[in-house]
């Protein structure tokens, strides 16, 4: 039976564990607690699937499915593949969620864990205090961002990082006495967390719908994705033209005094592997530098080589005065997020900080030194065995194995950049319109990966992929020729 079922920010509709129609319903007027128990016993109150229906909430999951079906459980990983409790084992085309980096058994960083739990296992960065690892960790990332992102502060998830890169914006605009500046716009298909700012940011409808977002003072331009928003018969760079002239034309309508920032993911991750229309940067960030806009870049999944340079900013030659990153920071060991910022902003906040009293923002677990020193050791591998370099050896036979794909009948457009790539699916490709949602064609073609060993993410028709960044030329052959398969099986029975 499908269901539809949310995974990152998305409705998919999907078959989880158990056949549904095994579940028994409850008769109209059961009273809840003896629905629970219905539920329960049939998927085993013994069994991990069994406690996870009764105790556990899923993040961007289908509250009723999963309690239905129960959950996919995890026990164990080893190099890109992980392994689930009855012992089959999935390569992770998705990296877990665009995150695990070095695959899932890097024993140096479970011992740069141990090490530093031995000396230090907990302290802040509160009343001007640091533990060893956080200080080496904002040095070493003032080293690898690009140049003019000097000072860094710490979190411990990507939404967190946004939201404090948020309140930097209007802290240095109240500090510049410019009160009114605080409007900040994002791009349609932006994903940037799920606080109450930053999903507020985040511009995928899910991710809004039903929790009253977005707030006040948060604005939305049109997405950034030729294929999709490219007008009949628009070029390329007409396209990229017309997007920036409706950026201009939004900040003339709003009033240049109030807006504050532009928020953008280098590639756009959840939102579909969206890479920008060629020469989409350098015509949105003029427009921003003449009307003093500041530029936030969202490195969480394209920081740390993903695009196939230390950060998507060098990929796409941008220039931002604020950067997020999280994910790749620490390979997702440990949860560890960061804000670097210019120093004509960090004297922005030291002005207002001054008045104040203090900067009054900071999270208990924000620098923790045991993600710090994870965060550490992951830069060291990352540069020892010149990760960059290896992504861009590898690359080029992913994205030959994707682009490959554009040939087969489902598919409407393949894209990607480094290791990032997706698969769209359309039910005509002149047309390029969508597949009827009921036929929940991508989870079909997931459920058939996953049977031969494939974990990926759909997000609708659209397939997503963004490997460990260690994965082989072998490996990357072993995801596609499990994709095409699916896609030919799926084909086959349509
Ligand atoms: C670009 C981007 N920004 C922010 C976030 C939010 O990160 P987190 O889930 O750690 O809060 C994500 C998560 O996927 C992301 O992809």
């Known amino acids: 039976m499908v269901f539809p079922t949310l995974i990152g920010g998305f409705m998919y509709f999907s078959n989880i564990g158990v056949d549904a129609t095994q579940v028994q319903r409850p008769p109209n007027g059961h009273q809840d607690n003896a629905w629970k128990g219905i539920i329960v016993d049939t998927l085993g109150l013994n069994t991990l699937s069994g406690l996870d229906a009764r105790h556990h909430i899923h993040g961007n999951t289908n509250p009723r499915a999963v309690v239905e079906n129960g959950a996919m459980v995890m026990t164990g990983g080893s190099g890109i593949r992980v392994t689930d409790e009855d012992g089959k084992q999935y390569i992770e085309g998705l990296a877990g969620l665009w995150c695990a980096s070095l695959g899932f058994n890097e024993e140096r960083l479970v011992v740069a864990a141990e090490k530093q739990m031995r000396e230090l296992p907990y302290y802040h960065g509160f009343f001007g205090r640091a ?3 956080t200080i080496k960790l904002a040095a070493k990332l003032a080293e690898i961002t690009p140049e003019g992102i000097e000072k860094f502060f710490f979190a411990c998830s990507g939404s967190e990082a946004i939201d404090t890169a948020i309140k930097m914006v209007w802290y240095f605009n109240n500090s510049k006495g410019r009160p009114a500046k605080k409007k900040i716009i994002s791009r349609q298909n932006s994903y940037h967390g799920v606080t109450v700012a930053g999903a507020s940011l985040t511009r995928i409808p899910i991710n809004q719908d039903g929790f009253d977002l977005p ?12 294929y999709r928003y490219g007008e009949v018969g628009e070029t390329e760079e007409a396209f990229v033209a017309r997007r920036a002239t409706e950026l201009e034309q939004l900040i003339q309508d709003e009033g240049p005094d109030t807006i504050a920032a532009f928020f953008a993911e280098p590639v756009q991750g959840a939102g579909g592997v969206l890479p920008p229309a060629k020469g989409y940067f350098d015509a949105i960030q003029p427009i ?11 490195e969480v999944i394209c920081g740390f080589g993903r695009t196939g340079n230390l950060f998507g900013s060098e ?6 005065d604020i950067m997020t990153m999280a994910k790749g920071l620490s390979a997702s060991y440990q949860p560890i997020s960061a804000v670097g910022i210019t120093q004509d902003v960090f004297e922005g906040i030291q002005e207002l900080g ?7 923002h900071g999270f208990t677990y924000g620098g923790h030194p045991v993600a710090a020193a994870v965060a550490l050791e992951a830069q060291n591998i990352y540069q020892e065995r010149d990760i960059v370099g290896h992504v861009r050896a590898i690359a080029p036979v992913f ?8 040939e087969h009948h489902l598919v409407g457009e393949t894209r990607g950049v480094g290791l990032l790539g997706a698969v769209e699916m359309v039910a005509d490709k002149a047309t390029k319109e969508r597949f009827d949602p009921s036929l929940g064609l991508g989870v079909k073609v997931f459920d058939e990966a996953k049977k031969n060993g494939l974990l990926f993410r759909n997000a609708d028709d659209q397939l997503l992929f963004c490997p460990p960044l260690i994965v082989t030329e072998n490996d990357v052959n072993e995801i596609f020729d499990i994709l095409q398969h699916a896609l030919d099986r799926v084909s086959a029975n349509l």
């Open 399 to 406: 994205q030959a194995r994707l682009n490959a794909l554009s």
């Open 131 to 133: 533990p060893v690892p």
């Open 354 to 360: 001054d008045q104040k009293g203090a900067f009054g």
């Open 288 to 298: 921003l530098k003449k009307y003093d806009i500041l530029f936030v870049v969202d």
């Open 215 to 226: 707030i006040e003072r948060f604005l939305q331009i049109g997405g950034s994705h030729f």
């Open 315 to 320: 990929t796409y030659n941008l220039r931002p």
